[in-house]
């Protein structure tokens, strides 16, 4: 039970593109929103993330003459996935799901916004160095312990989760509130790095 003043509800980028119709539409994506909504009554204490990339954002394919969508490429910090345009500051598809509950959250983190470097972790973008702020806001509030929900499994959820546990915080990922892009073996690779690295995998019915 979420009945810790140390336990927060991280709820990860459940935004429009990644919903039906979006255009990173990831499957099944808006059945996360209320499985979400029902746990989030249960936390007092709920943080978001938003994914919020500049126009013309390195990781988006169409910035690369002649890449297409789902290429890997390498760049200065490694692999990086070319993605289609996606959660473009201030456009319908960066806001959040309109049936989500956000007005009780306590803070909005945005990532992903400097053009050159992509973010998936609500903690670091993806060189792994550049922090979003979000451990200490954490630490100075006292949060030990993340709940964590929403989309993409084995992108931004997996990466945020796994980054938890590397800055010491406990890590529970709610699979049912959680929906995967699932490419060339994504989602296996994050539930084995679950495994490895300590993070916790739960259903919404065992919180
Ligand atoms: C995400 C790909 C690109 C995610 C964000 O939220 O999982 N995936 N940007
Ligand atoms: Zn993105």
Redesign the pocket.
Same mark, same amino acid.
């Given at each position: 039970m979420p009945e810790h003043d140390n336990d927060l509800f991280l709820i990860?980028?459940v935004q429009n593109d990644?919903c039906a119709g979006g255009n990173?539409a990831v499957p099944d994506g808006d059945a996360v929103v209320p499985v979400i909504n029902a746990l989030g009554e249960r936390f007092p204490h709920r943080v978001l993330t938003q994914?919020w990339h500049p126009a013309g954002h390195a990781?988006f394919a169409s910035s690369h003459a002649g890449r297409s969508p789902f290429e890997l490429i390498e760049v200065a910090y490694g692999p990086q996935v070319l993605?289609p345009d996606?959660c473009v500051q201030g456009t319908d598809g960066a806001a959040f799901h309109p049936d989500l509950a956000v007005t009780g959250a306590e803070m909005i983190v945005r990532k992903?916004f400097r053009e050159q470097i992509d973010s @998936?972790s609500a903690f670091f973008e993806n060189d792994q160095k550049t922090p979003t702020g979000l451990a200490g806001y954490l630490r100075e509030r006292g949060f030990s312990r993340l709940y964590i929900a929403g989309?993409?499994t084995d @992108?931004?959820v997996a990466y945020s989760a796994l980054d938890a546990r590397r800055l010491g915080f406990q890590a529970i990922v709610i699979d049912d509130a959680c929906r995967a892009?699932d490419l060339d073996g994504s989602l296996g690779a994050a539930l084995r790095q679950f495994e490895e690295a300590g993070v916790e995998l739960v259903t919404s019915h065992a919180v």
């Open positions: 990860i980028d990644f990173l994914d990781s993605w996606h992903g @998936y989309l993409a @992108y931004c892009i």
